[in-house]
């Protein structure tokens, strides 16, 4: 219990700005709090402990349906292990690698209509996921480009908004809806 509350006070101040800052509402002060020690914390000492046994890279997918809080999580994550475990962490989002508007408008011509609208299985490029995995483990690690995805044009913005990856990351969040499903079998 020493360790959760030091690392409450070590973290409770930048926990704050970061609701405030996404404008997280409807729950009080104290039930922020039991949040923090009683969810955000424990998580974030399991995780601390799986990078340990591991000793390398730890990727953790973090999944789930649209506005179900996945960003604010890997936002607090990432402020726990860092602030307090003073780990390197990157987080990113599935939504980064859809495939650029052009890219969904040639399949949806060619395929499906619905690869038009972002979001439809086959509208990632899973190429562009499978390079961030390669980049990130490389042994002579390079700082590195991701896209950055804009929901506002429904297409990536220009690559000088992109994100830059400058330190090989401990520990890499992945969140979005479906990451680590395994696809259907045929029968």
Known sequence: ???VNECFDSVKKDYFKFLNKEKISGKS???????LKKVYIPISFWIENKYKKKDKILFLGLCGGQGSGKTTIAGILKIILKKFFKREIYVSSIDDFYKTLKDRDKISSSIHPLFKTRGVPGTHDTNLIKKFFIYIRKKNFRKFKIPKFDKSTN??????????????????ILEGWC?????QSNS
């Open 1 to 3: 219990m020493r360790l």
């Open 29 to 35: 002060k104290a039930e922020k709090i039991k949040s």
């Open 155 to 172: 297409d990536r913005f220009k690559k000088k908004y992109w994100h830059i990856i400058n330190k090989r990351p401990e520990i890499v």
């Open 179 to 183: 990451v680590g499903a395994k696809p």
